[in-house]
């Protein structure tokens, strides 16, 4: 949060991080305040909204086409997709609506936001993991010892709880971590 710039009607919140889409939003830092600037911010804040949209329109249809289908619902590789495809959406949601520019009432919102932001994208990296691990499988262990069902449960277990784990630790030392300078 930016208590310079944050008044009593909204909060501003700024990112002073190399993550990935902070990288994207914030380039203030490298070009000023001139008009390059100005149109720089511009044209990366349009490719970045019309990106995420077909990203999200693409997702949607691929998990629109992943539960409509039985045939394709009974694979398990398919099952991961469709979790991969699920966290990359929320991924996604997450992002377009914590980079909103209007501000927020308050700060513990954008904690909010950078929270979900952090838990989305490792729960992400996690279901490609799993997805990974299962190509692993299915590819070089000849017998599959495990079945379905657990393999998909135990992979739910790893991607969408452990992302957990480090996201309640930052937010449990300090939850400034995802809102101030520090």
């Given at each position: 949060?930016?208590?310079?710039?944050?008044?009593?009607?909204?909060?501003?919140?700024?990112?002073?991080?190399?993550?990935?889409?902070?990288?994207?939003?914030?380039?203030?830092?490298?070009?000023?305040?001139?008009?390059?600037?100005?149109?720089?911010?511009?044209?990366?804040?349009?490719?970045?909204?019309?990106?995420?949209?077909?990203?999200?329109?693409?997702?949607?249809?691929?998990?629109?086409?992943?539960?409509?289908?039985?045939?394709?619902?009974?694979?398990?590789?398919?099952?991961?997709?469709?979790?991969l495809c699920s966290?990359?959406?929320?991924?996604?949601?997450?992002?377009?609506?914590?980079?909103?520019?209007?501000?927020?009432?308050?700060?513990?919102?954008?904690?909010?936001?950078?929270?979900?932001?952090?838990?989305?994208?490792?729960?992400?990296?996690?279901?490609?993991?799993?997805?990974a691990f299962y190509?692993?499988?299915?590819?070089?262990?000849?017998?599959?010892?495990?079945?379905?069902?657990?393999?998909?449960?135990?992979?739910?277990?790893?991607?969408?709880?452990?992302?957990?784990?480090?996201?309640?630790?930052?937010?449990?030392?300090?939850?400034?971590?995802?809102?101030?300078?520090?």
């Open positions: 949060m930016d208590s310079d710039e944050s008044t009593n009607e909204h909060t501003v919140c700024k990112c002073h991080h190399l993550t990935n889409f902070a990288i994207m939003m914030d380039l203030s830092y490298q070009l000023g305040h001139s008009s390059l600037a100005i149109e720089v911010e511009t044209a990366l804040s349009v490719v970045s909204y019309v990106g995420c949209a077909l990203s999200i329109i693409g997702l949607t249809l691929t998990l629109a086409a992943l539960l409509f289908f039985k045939k394709l619902r009974a694979s398990l590789l398919h099952q991961i997709h469709i979790q966290a990359l959406l929320f991924m996604l949601v997450v992002f377009l609506l914590g980079t909103e520019r209007h501000g927020w009432k308050s700060q513990s919102v954008c904690a909010a936001f950078g929270a979900l932001l952090h838990y989305a994208i490792l729960a992400a990296f996690g279901w490609m993991g799993v997805e190509m692993y499988k299915s590819l070089v262990q000849v017998f599959n010892s495990s079945s379905r069902k657990k393999f998909l449960l135990r992979g739910s277990v790893v991607a969408w709880g452990l992302p957990l784990i480090p996201v309640v630790i930052v937010a449990a030392i300090d939850s400034h971590h995802y809102t101030s300078e520090s």
